[in-house]
T-cell receptor, first 114, second 113 residues
Framework: GDSVTQMEGPVTLSEEAFLTINCTYT??????LFWYVQYPGEGLQLLLK?????DKGSNKGFEATYRKETTSFHLEKGSVQVSDSAVYFC?????????????FGKGTMLLVSP | DTGVSQDPRHKITKRGQNVTFRCDPI?????LYWYRQTLGQGPEFLTY????????KSRLLSDRFSAERPKGSFSTLEIQRTEQGDSAMYLC???????????FGSGTRLTVV
């Protein structure tokens, strides 16, 4: 079945540091890939997505590139802010579910200090 | 439109009681999903509707769980004879169709004591 593996957290960074959160996946066919963010006390928000190989999703300074050869979708940001502190979830939808439902990783907590 | 609304935000119940949660999706979204999230884990799929039809149910959805979406608008998720293992955040999401990202609600946190 489908699965998503994320690096374990928490990831602790100082403001303006470079961020990478690793995500790899196993899926049937060519999945669509997503990053969601969950701020404390709130629901999940879609951060970015990519639907085919070599696509780059980007939003709010975050980027992730769909790498089919390494089955990865790592999240990066060049300079993090305190307000980026949240839990980040990598997710996919695939042919397995008719591209209807999402399979999530366990999430990676990011803590940014001033 | 204010997004996906879930009610209540928090629910504490005694083991063995029944609970019901409500989700109001974004009005033009025809798909509605229920997920469950336990501490330290990502959300896990429970079930989803397209309009009023329940199209898929996860193996996680035991016989004690039932979901409805009458008239294809709001949805309810009922848990009968709650158990401590049911304690989790129950998330609702909606989407305008297949392959699009979801919009999630803030969730209902259930605590079974």
């Amino acid at each position: 079945g489908d699965s998503v593996t994320q690096m374990e957290g928490p990831v602790t960074l100082s403001e303006e540091a470079f961020l990478t959160i690793n995500c790899t996946y196993t899926a049937t066919g060519y999945p669509s890939l997503f990053w969601y963010v969950q701020y404390p006390g709130e629901g999940l928000q879609l951060l970015l997505k990519a639907t085919k190989a070599d696509d780059k999703g980007s939003n709010k300074g975050f980027e992730a590139t769909y790498r089919k050869e390494t089955t990865s979708f790592h999240l990066e940001k060049g300079s993090v802010q305190v307000s980026d502190s949240a839990v980040y979830f990598c997710a996919l939808s695939s042919l397995n579910s008719g591209y209807s439902t999402l399979t999530f990783g366990k999430g990676t907590m990011l803590l940014v200090s001033p | 439109d204010t997004g996906v609304s879930q009610d209540p935000r928090h629910k504490i119940t005694k083991r063995g009681q029944n609970v019901t949660f409500r989700c109001d999706p974004i009005s033009e979204h025809n798909r509605l999903y229920w997920y469950r999230q336990t501490l330290g884990q990502g959300p896990e799929f429970l079930t989803y509707f397209q309009n009023e039809a329940q199209l898929e149910k996860s193996r996680l959805l035991s016989d004690r769980f039932s979901a409805e979406r009458p008239k294809g608008s709001f949805s309810t998720l009922e848990i009968q004879r709650t158990e401590q293992g049911d304690s989790a955040m129950y998330l609702c999401a909606s989407s305008p169709g297949q392959g699009n990202g979801y919009t999630f609600g803030s969730g209902t946190r259930l605590t079974v004591v």
